[in-house]
T-cell receptor, first 113, second 115 residues
Framework: GDSVTQMEGPVTLSEEACLTI???????????LFWYVQYPGEGLQLLLK?????DKGSNKGFEATYRKETTSFHLEKGSVQVSDSAVYFC????????????FGTGTRLTIIP | DAGVIQSPRHEVTEMGQEVTLRCKPI?????LFWYRQTMMRGLELLIY????????DSGMPEDRFSAKMPNASFSTLKIQPSEPRDSAVYFC?????????????FGPGTRLTVT
């Protein structure tokens, strides 16, 4: 079945450091890939997505590229801020009318000033 | 739009009591999802509906859990009887079949504590 494996946390970085959170997936066909973010005390919200190979999703300075050859969708940001502290979830959906998301376990990110 | 609305935001109840969680999806969305989040098990999909019909309830932990969607604007998740291990944050999410890569919109969650 479908699965998403993401980097174990927690991850602690200093402000302005570079961030990479690894995500790999297993799925047949051509899934869509997502990064969701959960700020403390809130529900998840979409951060970015990519729907086909070599697409790059980007938002709020975060980027991720859909790499079919390595089945990966790593999240990157060049300079993190304290406000980026949150839990990040990688996810995939099968498309073609099946809207169910398969989530990774989440990575807790803490940015210290 | 107000987004996905969940009530109550917090619920504290005693073991054995019935608990009902409520969700109002975004108007026009045709998918509704119920998730449970705990530190131990992470985010789990319990059940989801399409056009008010349950599609996959394989994540519902046991018969004590039930979910209904009587119309397009309302869904409930019921636990009867509740147990301490049901303590978690329960999220409702909705989405629209708008093609490839449809986004799920999450509500703020209901934090359930069973003592």
């Amino acid at each position: 079945g479908d699965s998403v494996t993401q980097m174990e946390g927690p991850v602690t970085l200093s402000e302005e450091a570079c961030l990479t959170i690894n995500c790999t997936y297993t799925a047949t066909g051509y899934p869509s890939l997502f990064w969701y973010v959960q700020y403390p005390g809130e529900g998840l919200q979409l951060l970015l997505k990519a729907t086909k190979a070599d697409d790059k999703g980007s938002n709020k300075g975060f980027e991720a590229t859909y790499r079919k050859e390595t089945t990966s969708f790593h999240l990157e940001k060049g300079s993190v801020q304290v406000s980026d502290s949150a839990v990040y979830f990688c996810a995939l959906s099968r498309n073609f009318g099946n809207e169910k998301l398969t989530f990774g376990t989440g990575t807790r990110l803490t940015i210290i000033p | 739009d107000a987004g996905v609305i969940q009530s109550p935001r917090h619920e504290v109840t005693e073991m054995g009591q019935e608990v009902t969680l409520r969700c109002k999806p975004i108007s026009g969305h045709d998918y509704l999802f119920w998730y449970r989040q705990t530190m131990m098990r992470g985010l789990e999909l319990l059940i989801y509906f399409n056009n008010n019909v349950p599609i996959d309830d394989s994540g519902m932990p046991e018969d004590r859990f039930s979910a209904k969607m009587p119309n397009a604007s309302f869904s409930t998740l019921k636990i009867q009887p509740s147990e301490p291990r049901d303590s978690a944050v329960y999220f409702c999410a909705s989405s629209f079949t708008g093609g490839i890569g449809s986004e799920q919109y999450f509500g703020p969650g209901t934090r359930l504590t069973v003592t």
